[in-house]
């Protein structure tokens, strides 16, 4: 192929990539506007014309995958021998090279896995191994590692960027990263982020070893430069040395890995360090249809980073409107969505090219079990099946175990309840813990298991644990078929750099996305744009949705996203009631406003807020000697039921008790934390002890 017919059929930005061929470039570019062929087709120009030698060109990626794509479209461009690696592949091949010449033995043997070594760490310094905590922990040591955060930095560090690991102080975090550390140079292991380490230090160390790899490679190209982490970063620079031939490519709208170390200020500040390169943003827009552009741009436009990306303009023909539902409870959401896939592929649209996305791999239970019971076909990509994943396997055995026992007498609390209580030794608690990482994720399956009991309790009033241990069997069995081809269902994180024809993004209500835990402004920005990554995975059809409540007939108190202000229509709220209403008969409920904080009048966005009815900051009427006699209460009705006490009423509900001092029913069947189960169990004891409290 010659020069011109590389270029040919490039729109003028991405041109505009393939001829700059000298100097730093920085190329922004929207989702969908073809950055690969844009800087595969540079590379090909480059090499065509005589600019870039192919064996001296390293092209620099994040997964194998997309090496081996950039690699293939090389090939069909007619250029052979560029070097198109990830970063780890990269540094792993310098290492093995020149470790041996340095330190006259062979490079350390790399660990599989981190979590044996942490274990041994945790055990050291007397911090708990539960798996969840040591997968938080190998995480939090990942993080500290790429971003340049040594052992002694660490509990500085981790305070000022509000980082947490769920039941374990920072400076316990260290000590097992320092522990962790000294049993790796024990053993003569490496861990993946030690083979960037041993290539920075390599050349930082050794003038030699850096010379010879900058005689290799004279010309850089760097994809998904907004995932670039700080050590990532210092070997690039390394790389490079005095010189600025280097091309990046990224998009600052798809930054969501800053909790794993990612840095996008290196995109958006790639001219400041390069005063004279060329910058050039691609913005034409060849995957989504302008109904999908549209959603996506009024995503990004409501943000305060909306300037560091792009505007997209759809090149495709215009398509159907994309959709925003409402309905009462995540059941009645999945069942939903498995109509509209039935009539999605009825009118020819492959199950391969439906996507069922959402923010945590826990949400994934309810989609699973609906798409069964409609025979639809899945793929669960990124995570394993629900009722695959350890925590969901642990939960069953324990409660078929309670099941058996005389836990289950008749004068046992009921099934919903006596769950609750057996699954809390395996980690549950009604408040999610602090933070994110494998510790909220246990958590998240686990509460899908109550939310499961919940539901059978529901349909059966009278069910007992083994009615749950069946109705368990029973979706397990159904959801484990053997699928090869099918509907993906996938988080929003396992979905970036895929796309399909028609997309559902699920779960878009407050808490969920954005996470209840993400609080700075920086985090509410990174869930921001993974609604963003998301819609911009349809090619033609988006359907965004949220639930009232977690199950039927609980309280509808629940809020749509804050990040869809800005996009769904004005009357999307009440026609999604209708239509959700009107698929589900007998799940009639009423509609209700945003929660405001019953002092100020204030929307209130925030779980907490919301289970107190005020905001946190303003002042509290609490009755502190009801508060204390309903606190006793709660811990004798507790002891009775042989359950914990948060599951007759957490604090956060006690607390509004004593705040509102209900004088009926009605009054206290309104308040956030009580059912119409509690309020039956409850509610007689709950008012005599604000009556005798009020003097009456």
Known sequence: ?????????????QRDVATALSGPVCVIAGAGTGKTRAITHRIAHGVLVGAFEPRRTMAVTFTTRAAGEMRGRLRALGVDGVQA???????????????????????????QSKLPLVGSAASRCRVPTERTVLRDLASEIE????????????????????????????????????????????????????????????????????????????????????????????????????RDDICVVGDPAQTIYSFAGARPNYLTGFSERYPSATVVRLFRDYRSTPQVVEVANAVLRAGPDSAQGVVLEAQRPAGVPATFEEHPDELAEASWVARKINDLLARGTPLREIAVLFRVNAQSEVYEQALAEAGLAYVVRGAE??????????????????????????????????????????????????????????????????ALAEEVVAANPAAGLDDVVTELTHRASVQHAPTADGVTLASLHSAKGLEWDAVFVVGCHEGTLPLSYA???????????????????????????WSLSRQPGGRGNRRPSRFLDAVRPETASRAGRRSSSAGTAGRGRKSRSPARCRVCGTALSEAAERKLGRCTDCPSSVDEALFEKLRTWRLERAQEQKVPAYVV??????????????????????LPGVGRTKLDRYGDDVLKLCRASAGK
């Open 385 to 450: 099946r629900f009722f695959d994943r350890a925590e969901v396997r642990q939960a069953a055995m324990m409660l078929r175990a309670a099941a058996r026992s005389t836990d289950s007498a008749p004068d046992a609390p009921d099934a919903a309840a006596a769950t609750a209580a057996v699954l809390a030794s395996a980690g549950w608690s009604a408040s999610p813990p602090s933070g994110g990482g494998a510790a909220r994720e246990r958590w998240e399956s686990l509460a899908a298991v109550v």
């Open 649 to 670: 009423f957490t604090d956060a509900t006690l607390t509004v008790i004593a705040e509102t001092r209900p004088a009926d029913e009605a009054e206290l069947a309104a």
């Open 85 to 111: 690696r990830t970063f780890h592949s990269a540094a792993l091949r310098q290492a093995r090279y020149f470790w041996p010449q340095v330190a006259g033995a062979e490079l350390p043997e790399i660990t």
């Open 1 to 13: 192929m010659s020069a011109p017919d590389v270029l040919a059929g490039l729109d003028p930005e």
């Open 519 to 545: 609080e700075t402004p920086a985090q509410i920005e990174e869930e921001r744009r993974l609604l963003y990554v998301g819609v911009t995975r349809a090619r033609e059809y988006l359907s965004v949705s």
């Open 143 to 242: 993080w500290a590692k790429v971003s340049n955060v040594a052992a002694e930095d660490y509990a500085a560090a981790a305070a000022q960027l509000h980082r947490e690991v769920p039941g374990v102080d920072p400076e316990s975090v260290a000590r097992v990263y320092a522990a962790y550390e000294d049993l790796k140079t024990d053993r003569n292991v490496m861990d993946m982020e030690d083979i960037l380490l041993a290539a920075v230090g390599l050349m930082a160390g050794h003038p030699g070893v850096a010379d010879a790899v900058r005689s290799q490679y004279h010309h850089f190209v760097v994809d998904e430069y907004q995932d670039v982490s700080p050590l990532q970063q210092r070997l690039l620079e390394l790389w490079l040395g005095d």
